[in-house]
T-cell receptor, first 114, second 113 residues
Framework: GENVEQHPSTLSVQEGDSAVIKCTYSDSASNYFPWYKQELGKGPQLIIDIRSNVGEKKDQRIAVTLNKTAKHFSLHITETQPEDSAVYFCAARWTGGGADGLTFGKGTHLIIQP | GAGVSQSPSNKVTEKGKDVELRCDPISGHTALYWYRQSLGQGLEFLIYFQGNSAPDKSGLPSDRFSAERTGGSVSTLTIQRTQQEDSAVYLC???????????FGEGSRLTVL
């Protein structure tokens, strides 16, 4: 099955600086890579995703890059703001056992220092 | 209320008791997932329902765990003879299609004493 590694587990940055979270995956057949943001007491919410036919995707201050050869993808947040503080999860889509699903990384706790 | 609804939001039970957790997905979503999130851990896949197909139960950690989805809508996750290691947040998500975005509920926090 798929295995997703995520680093770092905790990231603290000054407000206004950039934050980068990196993930690697094991299954070369994976073709969909979403990022979810989870605020305290809430369920995760999709913030951006990328498919394997695209190398980079941007949405305002958030961007995701994908390197299929190296099997890694990254989340970039620029001009960080206090409301960016949350836990971020990367995921990779797997296909197996007759079903499709998402395998998640263990999460990154992003702390924005004022 | 268009989101995924889960109940109860919090459940405290004694070791050995059975618990049922309920998920009401977004209307029209054909796929439904259960994940478990332990303290400081990622999202552990438990079970997946897609339409009328047989569910993928490959993530269930033991035979004490089971789930059903009635009428292609509401799902119930049942944990029998609960153990302390079952303490976690159980998250349900639904999706409009197999490879679509997952919409998560706010979870059911289970504490086994």
């Amino acid at each position: 099955g798929e295995n997703v590694e995520q680093h770092p587990s905790t990231l603290s940055v000054q407000e206004g600086d950039s934050a980068v979270i990196k993930c690697t995956y094991s299954d070369s057949a994976s073709n969909y890579f979403p990022w979810y943001k989870q605020e305290l007491g809430k369920g995760p919410q999709l913030i951006i995703d990328i498919r394997s036919n695209v190398g980079e995707k941007k949405d305002q201050r958030i961007a995701v890059t994908l390197n299929k050869t190296a099997k890694h993808f990254s989340l970039h947040i620029t001009e960080t703001q206090p409301e960016d503080s949350a836990v971020y999860f990367c995921a990779a889509r797997w296909t197996g056992g007759g079903a499709d699903g998402l395998t998640f990384g263990k999460g990154t706790h992003l702390i924005i220092q004022p | 209320g268009a989101g995924v609804s889960q109940s109860p939001s919090n459940k405290v039970t004694e070791k050995g008791k059975d618990v049922e957790l309920r998920c009401d997905p977004i209307s029209g979503h054909t796929a439904l997932y259960w994940y478990r999130q332990s303290l400081g851990q990622g999202l552990e896949f438990l079970i997946y329902f897609q339409g009328n197909s047989a569910p993928d139960k490959s993530g269930l950690p033991s035979d004490r765990f089971s789930a059903e989805r009635t009428g292609g809508s509401v799902s119930t996750l049942t944990i029998q003879r609960t153990q302390q290691e079952d303490s976690a947040v159980y998250l349900c998500a639904s999706s409009p299609q197999e490879t679509g975005e997952l919409f998560f509920g706010e979870g059911s926090r289970l504490t086994v004493l």
